[in-house]
């Protein structure tokens, strides 16, 4: 019955970042098309309609960022929680996240064990790109990002730290919460509060630890599961 309450709670988050990412994405939209059809029926002069474009292309570039802080996901089930390999998981990301880094010439450094966890690839790729982006924005002019594992018998540690512009106290104790951002309007207030709700889903804890101009500490502990191959990984 535990088990089944706890499923249960888990839709519930899924269900509600769903929501949330179709409220959030409907504003920018309904702003484009009130633009879109007064320019359809309204007489105006070039100087006019270019304004109104560029407010357009801004709301779709932000409905995109919006999208790309939350997710995109179909409903997870039983059946579409996987066994996942951090190490690919890591790998993956980190390619993702590769291009960012170099414009900021930031080093990527690694210490990834192999193990395994159950969850979801696009659901744990999302956390791990949320949290590696702050990062490497926290540091635009160069910076080490280190990425480290540790595994003991029931739980994985994923360490990972920036030596970027870090928080205050007030805003360290605010992270996470929805629309909290001090990158003004390059910024949603999502990344993290989305973070937060997937570390849920994982039944894993997060830890957050910030100095101003020092840098940023993510400590993230999930359960550990065996390998497909039945030995513990
Ligand atoms: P956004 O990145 O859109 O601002 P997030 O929810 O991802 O929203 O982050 C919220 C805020 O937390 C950021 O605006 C920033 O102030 C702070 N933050 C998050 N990660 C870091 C980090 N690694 N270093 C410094 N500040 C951070
Ligand atoms: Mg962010």
Redesign the pocket.
Known sequence: INQKLFEAEKMKIVSHLASSVSHEVRNPLTVVRGFLQMMEQTEMSRYEQKKFLKISMDEIDRANIIIG?YLSFAKPTEQNMEILNLKKEFQRAIDMIKPMANMNSVEITTKIESCYIKGQSQLFQQCLL??L???I??MPESGELSIETKKDKKLVYIIIE?N????SKE?LVR??EPY????GS????????T?KRIVDMLDGRIHIS?ELNK??R?EISIPVVESEKGQSA
């Open positions: 802080d949320n949290i982006k702050n990062c924005e926290a920036d970027g512009h870090g928080m805003q992270i996470g909290f951002t001090t990158k390059g910024g949603t207030g999502l990344g993290m509060m973070v910030s840098g940023t993510f």
